[in-house]
Protein backbone atom coordinates (compact mmCIF):
# COMPACT_ATOMS: atom_id res chain seq x y z
CA UNK A 1 0.00 0.00 0.00
CA UNK A 2 0.98 3.52 -0.62
CA UNK A 3 1.45 5.89 2.06
CA UNK A 4 0.84 10.22 1.35
CA UNK A 5 0.29 11.64 4.19
CA UNK A 6 2.76 14.99 3.48
CA UNK A 7 0.05 17.89 2.69
CA UNK A 8 0.03 20.00 -0.36
CA UNK A 9 1.53 23.31 0.46
CA UNK A 10 -0.49 25.80 -1.06
CA UNK A 11 1.76 28.42 -2.21
CA UNK A 12 2.95 27.55 -6.07
CA UNK A 13 6.83 28.20 -5.00
CA UNK A 14 7.38 25.68 -2.20
CA UNK A 15 8.61 22.40 -2.27
CA UNK A 16 6.50 19.25 -1.44
CA UNK A 17 9.36 17.35 -0.03
CA UNK A 18 7.25 13.80 -1.69
CA UNK A 19 10.39 11.62 -3.05
CA UNK A 20 8.73 11.21 -6.58
CA UNK A 21 7.99 12.75 -9.87
CA UNK A 22 4.59 14.36 -10.55
CA UNK A 23 4.18 11.54 -12.94
CA UNK A 24 3.83 8.72 -10.00
CA UNK A 25 1.71 11.38 -7.57
CA UNK A 26 -2.05 10.85 -7.09
CA UNK A 27 -2.25 14.31 -6.32
CA UNK A 28 -0.86 15.51 -9.05
CA UNK A 29 -4.86 16.68 -10.99
CA UNK A 30 -5.07 18.47 -7.79
CA UNK A 31 -1.92 20.44 -6.97
CA UNK A 32 -0.58 23.97 -7.97
CA UNK A 33 2.72 23.75 -7.47
CA UNK A 34 5.43 24.45 -10.15
CA UNK A 35 6.17 20.30 -10.77
CA UNK A 36 8.52 21.40 -13.01
CA UNK A 37 10.73 22.78 -10.53
CA UNK A 38 9.71 19.63 -7.99
CA UNK A 39 11.15 17.20 -10.74
CA UNK A 40 14.85 19.19 -11.10
CA UNK A 41 14.97 19.61 -7.49
CA UNK A 42 14.45 15.75 -6.94
CA UNK A 43 17.18 14.78 -9.33
CA UNK A 44 19.53 17.59 -7.81
CA UNK A 45 18.64 15.73 -3.98
CA UNK A 46 19.22 12.35 -5.34
CA UNK A 47 22.88 13.12 -7.29
CA UNK A 48 24.32 14.97 -4.12
CA UNK A 49 23.98 11.56 -2.37
CA UNK A 50 25.48 9.26 -4.93
CA UNK A 51 29.04 9.54 -5.01
CA UNK A 52 30.40 7.88 -8.13
CA UNK A 53 28.25 6.85 -11.36
CA UNK A 54 30.08 4.55 -13.80
CA UNK A 55 27.84 4.07 -17.11
CA UNK A 56 28.08 0.50 -18.43
CA UNK A 57 28.06 0.76 -22.23
CA UNK A 58 29.21 -0.20 -25.83
CA UNK A 59 27.57 0.72 -28.90
CA UNK A 60 26.56 -2.60 -29.73
CA UNK A 61 24.13 -5.60 -28.20
CA UNK A 62 24.96 -8.41 -26.36
CA UNK A 63 28.46 -8.20 -25.58
CA UNK A 64 27.75 -8.63 -22.25
CA UNK A 65 27.37 -4.86 -20.62
CA UNK A 66 24.95 -6.44 -18.07
CA UNK A 67 26.48 -9.28 -16.84
CA UNK A 68 29.43 -6.90 -16.40
CA UNK A 69 27.38 -3.92 -14.61
CA UNK A 70 25.73 -6.48 -12.53
CA UNK A 71 29.07 -8.54 -11.36
CA UNK A 72 30.78 -4.76 -10.93
CA UNK A 73 28.11 -3.86 -8.80
CA UNK A 74 27.82 -6.75 -6.78
CA UNK A 75 31.66 -6.95 -6.65
CA UNK A 76 32.06 -3.09 -5.12
CA UNK A 77 29.06 -4.41 -2.65
CA UNK A 78 31.24 -7.01 -1.67
CA UNK A 79 34.38 -4.81 -0.79
CA UNK A 80 31.86 -2.89 1.42
CA UNK A 81 30.39 0.12 -0.64
CA UNK A 82 27.37 0.92 -0.70
CA UNK A 83 25.91 0.34 -3.87
CA UNK A 84 22.46 0.75 -6.52
CA UNK A 85 21.95 -0.68 -9.85
CA UNK A 86 20.52 1.35 -12.03
CA UNK A 87 18.84 -0.64 -15.11
CA UNK A 88 18.58 2.12 -17.81
CA UNK A 89 17.58 -1.11 -20.68
CA UNK A 90 14.02 0.03 -21.54
CA UNK A 91 13.63 -2.75 -24.08
CA UNK A 92 15.47 -5.22 -22.67
CA UNK A 93 16.24 -4.65 -19.09
CA UNK A 94 17.60 -7.79 -17.25
CA UNK A 95 18.79 -6.37 -13.71
CA UNK A 96 16.26 -7.85 -12.54
CA UNK A 97 16.41 -11.05 -13.29
CA UNK A 98 20.28 -10.89 -12.70
CA UNK A 99 19.30 -10.35 -8.93
CA UNK A 100 16.34 -12.35 -8.70
CA UNK A 101 13.70 -10.13 -8.50
CA UNK A 102 11.87 -11.72 -11.75
CA UNK A 103 7.85 -10.53 -11.77
CA UNK A 104 8.53 -8.38 -8.74
CA UNK A 105 6.73 -4.54 -8.62
CA UNK A 106 7.53 -1.85 -6.46
CA UNK A 107 5.79 0.56 -4.06
CA UNK A 108 5.67 4.35 -4.25
CA UNK A 109 6.06 6.11 -1.46
CA UNK A 110 6.66 10.02 -0.13
CA UNK A 111 10.04 8.86 -0.11
CA UNK A 112 9.94 7.79 -3.88
CA UNK A 113 9.86 4.72 -5.80
CA UNK A 114 11.03 1.49 -3.79
CA UNK A 115 14.42 -0.72 -5.20
CA UNK A 116 14.52 -3.90 -4.49
CA UNK A 117 17.49 -4.71 -2.31
CA UNK A 118 19.33 -7.49 -2.69
CA UNK A 119 21.14 -8.81 -0.05
CA UNK A 120 23.90 -11.23 0.30
CA UNK A 121 26.24 -12.38 3.28
CA UNK A 122 29.59 -10.86 1.38
CA UNK A 123 27.85 -7.73 1.14
CA UNK A 124 27.81 -5.36 4.02
CA UNK A 125 24.71 -3.61 2.43
CA UNK A 126 21.67 -4.51 0.45
CA UNK A 127 22.33 -3.84 -3.48
CA UNK A 128 19.78 -1.15 -4.48
CA UNK A 129 18.25 -2.38 -7.71
CA UNK A 130 16.44 -0.26 -9.90
CA UNK A 131 14.57 -1.15 -12.95
CA UNK A 132 11.93 -0.24 -15.35
CA UNK A 133 11.08 -4.07 -15.19
CA UNK A 134 9.45 -3.70 -11.87
CA UNK A 135 6.93 -1.05 -13.34
CA UNK A 136 5.92 -3.21 -16.34
CA UNK A 137 2.50 -5.25 -15.86
CA UNK A 138 4.35 -8.52 -16.75
CA UNK A 139 7.86 -9.39 -17.86
CA UNK A 140 6.86 -10.30 -21.35
CA UNK A 141 5.30 -6.80 -22.40
CA UNK A 142 7.21 -5.29 -24.94
CA UNK A 143 7.85 -1.27 -24.11
CA UNK A 144 7.41 0.62 -26.99
CA UNK A 145 7.82 4.00 -25.96
CA UNK A 146 8.66 7.10 -28.22
CA UNK A 147 11.73 9.08 -27.51
CA UNK A 148 9.65 11.64 -25.25
CA UNK A 149 9.31 8.99 -22.93
CA UNK A 150 12.19 7.54 -23.30
CA UNK A 151 13.53 10.86 -21.75
CA UNK A 152 11.27 10.61 -18.84
CA UNK A 153 12.48 7.36 -17.70
CA UNK A 154 15.96 8.01 -17.34
CA UNK A 155 15.01 10.70 -15.60
CA UNK A 156 12.64 8.82 -13.09
CA UNK A 157 14.99 6.19 -13.06
CA UNK A 158 17.74 8.95 -11.78
CA UNK A 159 15.27 10.53 -9.71
CA UNK A 160 12.47 9.15 -8.32
CA UNK A 161 14.31 5.83 -6.85
CA UNK A 162 14.83 6.01 -3.74
CA UNK A 163 18.77 5.18 -4.31
CA UNK A 164 19.27 6.84 -0.39
CA UNK A 165 22.77 7.95 -0.26
CA UNK A 166 25.17 5.34 -2.14
CA UNK A 167 29.15 5.46 -2.60
CA UNK A 168 28.54 4.22 -6.50
CA UNK A 169 25.73 3.70 -8.40
CA UNK A 170 26.35 1.29 -11.36
CA UNK A 171 23.84 2.39 -14.87
CA UNK A 172 23.66 -0.70 -17.21
CA UNK A 173 23.32 1.33 -20.52
CA UNK A 174 20.82 -0.15 -23.68
CA UNK A 175 23.07 -0.40 -26.81
CA UNK A 176 23.94 2.59 -29.02
CA UNK A 177 24.40 5.93 -28.15
CA UNK A 178 21.10 7.06 -28.86
CA UNK A 179 18.54 9.05 -26.62
CA UNK A 180 19.18 7.45 -23.35
CA UNK A 181 23.21 7.82 -23.35
CA UNK A 182 22.53 11.69 -24.27
CA UNK A 183 19.26 11.90 -21.86
CA UNK A 184 21.75 10.73 -19.19
CA UNK A 185 25.40 12.67 -20.34
CA UNK A 186 23.37 15.61 -20.06
CA UNK A 187 21.72 15.09 -17.07
CA UNK A 188 24.87 13.64 -15.20
CA UNK A 189 27.00 16.84 -16.07
CA UNK A 190 28.89 18.25 -13.18
CA UNK A 191 28.61 14.70 -11.54
CA UNK A 192 31.65 12.50 -11.03
CA UNK A 193 30.66 9.97 -13.79
CA UNK A 194 32.73 8.06 -15.54
CA UNK A 195 32.10 5.37 -18.40
CA UNK A 196 33.25 1.70 -18.23
CA UNK A 197 33.59 0.29 -21.90
CA UNK A 198 32.84 -3.57 -23.07
CA UNK A 199 33.32 -4.85 -25.93
CA UNK A 200 33.98 -8.46 -27.14
CA UNK A 201 37.42 -9.01 -29.61
CA UNK A 202 36.40 -9.53 -33.21
CA UNK A 203 36.48 -6.39 -35.18
CA UNK A 204 32.45 -5.53 -35.64
CA UNK A 205 31.85 -5.47 -31.87
CA UNK A 206 35.19 -3.14 -31.25
CA UNK A 207 34.19 -0.88 -33.70
CA UNK A 208 31.02 -0.20 -32.46
CA UNK A 209 32.36 -0.05 -28.84
CA UNK A 210 34.84 2.65 -29.32
CA UNK A 211 32.23 4.67 -31.27
CA UNK A 212 30.52 4.42 -27.68
CA UNK A 213 33.98 5.78 -26.47
CA UNK A 214 34.69 8.52 -28.53
CA UNK A 215 30.94 9.89 -27.66
CA UNK A 216 31.92 10.07 -23.85
CA UNK A 217 35.86 11.33 -24.55
CA UNK A 218 33.90 14.13 -26.81
CA UNK A 219 31.16 14.65 -24.27
CA UNK A 220 34.14 15.09 -21.79
CA UNK A 221 33.15 11.83 -19.77
CA UNK A 222 35.87 10.03 -18.54
CA UNK A 223 36.19 6.13 -19.43
CA UNK A 224 37.91 4.09 -16.42
CA UNK A 225 38.97 1.61 -18.70
CA UNK A 226 37.22 -1.44 -21.26
CA UNK A 227 36.56 -4.59 -20.28
CA UNK A 228 37.42 -7.26 -23.45
CA UNK A 229 34.49 -10.07 -22.76
CA UNK A 230 34.65 -13.57 -23.94
CA UNK A 231 38.31 -12.95 -24.54
CA UNK A 232 39.13 -17.10 -24.51
CA UNK A 233 37.60 -19.96 -23.20
CA UNK A 234 38.75 -22.66 -21.36
CA UNK A 235 38.59 -26.72 -22.43
CA UNK A 236 35.88 -28.13 -19.82
CA UNK A 237 37.89 -31.46 -20.47
CA UNK A 238 41.30 -31.33 -21.27
CA UNK A 239 41.51 -27.20 -19.63
CA UNK A 240 43.10 -25.98 -22.87
CA UNK A 241 42.54 -22.24 -23.48
CA UNK A 242 41.70 -21.31 -26.88
CA UNK A 243 39.89 -17.99 -28.44
CA UNK A 244 36.79 -18.50 -30.48
CA UNK A 245 37.00 -14.60 -31.87
CA UNK A 246 40.07 -13.44 -34.04
CA UNK A 247 41.81 -10.51 -31.97
CA UNK A 248 41.26 -7.58 -33.76
CA UNK A 249 43.45 -5.69 -32.10
CA UNK A 250 41.95 -4.02 -29.38
CA UNK A 251 44.96 -2.92 -27.02
CA UNK A 252 45.91 -0.50 -30.09
CA UNK A 253 42.71 1.19 -30.55
CA UNK A 254 42.72 1.31 -27.00
CA UNK A 255 46.39 3.00 -26.63
CA UNK A 256 44.97 5.55 -29.54
CA UNK A 257 42.29 6.61 -27.70
CA UNK A 258 44.14 7.07 -24.34
CA UNK A 259 41.76 4.34 -22.84
CA UNK A 260 43.00 1.29 -20.49
CA UNK A 261 42.43 -2.10 -21.04
CA UNK A 262 41.33 -3.35 -17.28
CA UNK A 263 40.58 -6.64 -17.88
CA UNK A 264 40.29 -9.72 -20.37
CA UNK A 265 37.07 -11.98 -19.01
CA UNK A 266 36.80 -15.46 -20.39
CA UNK A 267 33.35 -17.06 -21.75
CA UNK A 268 32.15 -19.34 -18.75
CA UNK A 269 28.90 -21.12 -18.69
CA UNK A 270 28.53 -20.55 -14.96
CA UNK A 271 28.58 -16.89 -15.86
CA UNK A 272 25.33 -16.94 -17.89
CA UNK A 273 24.11 -19.80 -15.30
CA UNK A 274 24.85 -16.76 -12.31
CA UNK A 275 22.77 -14.27 -14.23
CA UNK A 276 20.15 -16.56 -14.83
CA UNK A 277 19.66 -18.35 -11.33
CA UNK A 278 19.37 -14.24 -9.88
CA UNK A 279 23.11 -14.55 -7.93
CA UNK A 280 26.05 -12.95 -9.65
CA UNK A 281 28.87 -14.93 -9.97
CA UNK A 282 31.24 -12.72 -8.52
CA UNK A 283 29.62 -13.14 -5.31
CA UNK A 284 29.78 -17.28 -5.21
CA UNK A 285 33.43 -18.94 -3.94
CA UNK A 286 33.29 -21.26 -6.56
CA UNK A 287 33.83 -18.70 -9.03
CA UNK A 288 36.69 -19.95 -11.79
CA UNK A 289 40.08 -18.15 -10.72
CA UNK A 290 40.52 -16.22 -13.90
CA UNK A 291 36.98 -15.28 -14.05
CA UNK A 292 37.68 -13.97 -10.56
CA UNK A 293 40.94 -12.04 -11.22
CA UNK A 294 39.11 -10.61 -14.46
CA UNK A 295 36.25 -8.89 -12.22
CA UNK A 296 38.56 -8.26 -9.44
CA UNK A 297 40.18 -5.57 -11.48
CA UNK A 298 37.20 -4.05 -12.83
CA UNK A 299 36.21 -3.41 -9.28
CA UNK A 300 39.96 -1.99 -8.40
CA UNK A 301 39.67 0.36 -11.16
CA UNK A 302 36.28 1.61 -10.84
CA UNK A 303 36.70 1.58 -6.83
CA UNK A 304 39.57 3.79 -7.28
CA UNK A 305 37.36 6.38 -8.75
CA UNK A 306 35.87 6.94 -5.25
CA UNK A 307 39.52 6.59 -3.64
CA UNK A 308 40.89 9.55 -6.13
CA UNK A 309 38.33 11.59 -5.76
CA UNK A 310 37.85 11.60 -1.82
CA UNK A 311 42.07 12.22 -1.82
CA UNK A 312 41.58 15.48 -4.12
CA UNK A 313 38.69 16.31 -2.21
CA UNK A 314 40.54 16.10 1.35
CA UNK A 315 43.50 17.62 -0.75
CA UNK A 316 41.45 20.70 -1.61
CA UNK A 317 39.70 20.76 1.59
CA UNK A 318 42.96 21.56 3.34
CA UNK A 319 43.80 23.95 0.96
CA UNK A 320 40.88 26.10 1.47
CA UNK A 321 41.47 25.53 5.43
CA UNK A 322 44.81 26.47 5.39
CA UNK A 323 44.10 29.53 2.95
CA UNK A 324 41.32 30.88 5.53
CA UNK A 325 43.71 30.13 8.64
CA UNK A 326 46.23 31.99 7.53
CA UNK A 327 44.04 35.04 6.48
CA UNK A 328 42.09 34.13 9.68
CA UNK A 329 41.59 37.36 11.99
CA UNK A 330 42.74 35.02 15.00
CA UNK A 331 45.82 33.42 13.55
CA UNK A 332 46.76 37.11 12.53
CA UNK A 333 46.37 38.20 15.85
CA UNK A 334 48.43 35.41 17.18
CA UNK A 335 50.65 36.28 15.05
CA UNK A 336 51.07 40.03 15.47
CA UNK A 337 52.52 39.50 19.43
CA UNK A 338 55.43 38.19 17.61
CA UNK A 339 59.11 39.18 15.92
CA UNK A 340 58.59 40.87 12.56
CA UNK A 341 61.16 38.04 11.05
CA UNK A 342 59.77 35.45 13.25
CA UNK A 343 56.31 36.16 12.57
CA UNK A 344 56.88 35.81 8.68
CA UNK A 345 58.81 32.56 8.97
CA UNK A 346 55.97 30.90 10.93
CA UNK A 347 53.53 32.52 8.46
CA UNK A 348 56.23 30.95 5.44
CA UNK A 349 56.45 27.46 7.45
CA UNK A 350 52.47 27.54 7.80
CA UNK A 351 52.17 27.51 3.72
CA UNK A 352 54.98 25.43 3.04
CA UNK A 353 53.32 22.39 5.01
CA UNK A 354 50.12 23.11 3.21
CA UNK A 355 51.64 23.13 -0.11
CA UNK A 356 53.37 19.73 1.07
CA UNK A 357 51.06 18.20 2.66
CA UNK A 358 48.09 19.08 -0.36
CA UNK A 359 51.01 17.44 -2.44
CA UNK A 360 51.00 14.40 -1.09
CA UNK A 361 47.39 13.92 -1.02
CA UNK A 362 47.24 15.47 -4.79
CA UNK A 363 50.07 12.47 -5.14
CA UNK A 364 48.01 9.31 -3.23
CA UNK A 365 45.07 10.29 -5.08
CA UNK A 366 46.90 9.90 -8.55
CA UNK A 367 46.38 13.31 -9.16
CA UNK A 368 48.63 15.79 -9.98
CA UNK A 369 48.44 19.67 -8.73
CA UNK A 370 47.86 21.41 -12.02
CA UNK A 371 44.70 19.07 -12.14
CA UNK A 372 43.31 20.58 -9.05
N1 LIG B 1 31.89 -14.08 -20.32
C1 LIG B 1 30.73 -14.69 -20.54
N2 LIG B 1 30.63 -16.03 -20.44
C2 LIG B 1 29.46 -16.67 -20.66
N3 LIG B 1 28.31 -16.05 -20.99
C3 LIG B 1 28.35 -14.72 -21.07
C4 LIG B 1 29.54 -13.96 -20.85
N4 LIG B 1 29.24 -12.65 -21.01
C5 LIG B 1 27.93 -12.59 -21.30
N5 LIG B 1 27.39 -13.82 -21.36
C6 LIG B 1 26.00 -14.18 -21.70
O1 LIG B 1 25.74 -13.59 -22.96
C7 LIG B 1 24.40 -13.08 -23.01
C8 LIG B 1 24.43 -11.58 -23.31
O2 LIG B 1 25.05 -10.91 -22.21
P1 LIG B 1 24.45 -9.55 -21.65
O3 LIG B 1 22.97 -9.62 -21.53
O4 LIG B 1 25.23 -9.22 -20.46
O5 LIG B 1 24.85 -8.59 -22.87
P2 LIG B 1 24.40 -7.10 -23.14
O6 LIG B 1 25.53 -6.45 -23.82
O7 LIG B 1 23.91 -6.48 -21.89
O8 LIG B 1 23.18 -7.31 -24.13
P3 LIG B 1 22.09 -6.21 -24.57
O9 LIG B 1 22.76 -5.38 -25.62
O10 LIG B 1 20.97 -7.05 -25.14
O11 LIG B 1 21.70 -5.44 -23.38
C9 LIG B 1 23.78 -13.38 -21.65
O12 LIG B 1 23.05 -14.58 -21.76
C10 LIG B 1 24.99 -13.59 -20.74
O13 LIG B 1 24.71 -14.48 -19.67
S1 LIG C 1 2.07 16.73 -8.03
FE1 LIG C 1 4.29 16.93 -7.90
S2 LIG C 1 4.66 18.87 -6.85
FE2 LIG C 1 2.51 18.30 -6.49
S3 LIG C 1 2.52 17.19 -4.52
FE3 LIG C 1 2.68 15.67 -6.16
S4 LIG C 1 4.90 15.35 -6.41
FE4 LIG C 1 4.65 17.27 -5.28
MG1 LIG D 1 22.04 -5.56 -21.43
Redesign the pocket.
Known sequence: MAHFT?P?PEQSTE????G???G?????QE?R???QA??KTLIEARLESIDQIVLVLANKGGVGKSTVAANLAAGLGARGFRVGMADADIHGPNQSRFFGFTGARIRVSERGLGTKDYADPAMAHDLRVGSLAFMLQDDETPVVWRDAYKHDFVHHLMGSFDWGPLDFLIVDMPPGTGNELITLADLLEGCNVSALLVTTPQAVAQMDSLKAARFCLERGMPVVGCVENMAGVTCPHCKGSFHIYPDAGLGEQLDRLGIPSIAKLPLDPALAAGSDDGKPLVLNPAIEPAVATAFAQVVDACASLGRADFGGAVARTLDEVFEKNLEDADLEAALAGMHGPVRDSVRRTLAQILHEESRRLHGASGGSEESQ
Open positions: LIECGRHACFCPLECLDKHN
